[in-house]
């Protein structure tokens, strides 16, 4: 029995070695989940899609035949109720939706109000 007594030690070693480069790849490799870089891809689509759709929100504040006063509104509105005003005047609705997008509506606003 003791001439197997290294491949205890082995196994001991290449456990203890798994746990701590799990430990370090996890904590400072970079290593997520498949859950975890599900949610981050869904993030940053999202982030993107927002800033593509931003430039149509803002043509259609500046297409708006009413954007002189809706701009002026916006822009002395506070800024709790700007992205509410650019949903209820349309600009951050989608040619194929019938809602307007809150967080293109929310983008839009600050490119508007500045």
Avoid: H
């Amino acid at each position: 029995m003791p001439k197997f007594e290294w491949i205890k030690a082995a196994l001991g070693g290449a456990v203890v070695g798994a746990v701590v480069m799990a430990v370090v790849g996890f904590s400072w490799g970079g290593w997520v989940t498949g859950s975890a870089s599900r949610e981050n891809a869904e993030t940053i689509a999202d982030a993107r899609v927002v800033t593509a759709l931003t430039p149509y929100c803002v043509v259609n504040a500046q297409a708006d035949p009413q954007s002189s006063e809706r701009l002026a509104a916006l822009k002395s509105a506070s800024s709790y109720q700007r992205r509410d005003l650019v949903m209820a005047n349309g600009w951050a609705t989608l040619a194929v939706g019938k809602d307007p997008d809150r967080a293109v509506a929310d983008a839009c606003q600050k490119v508007l109000a500045s």
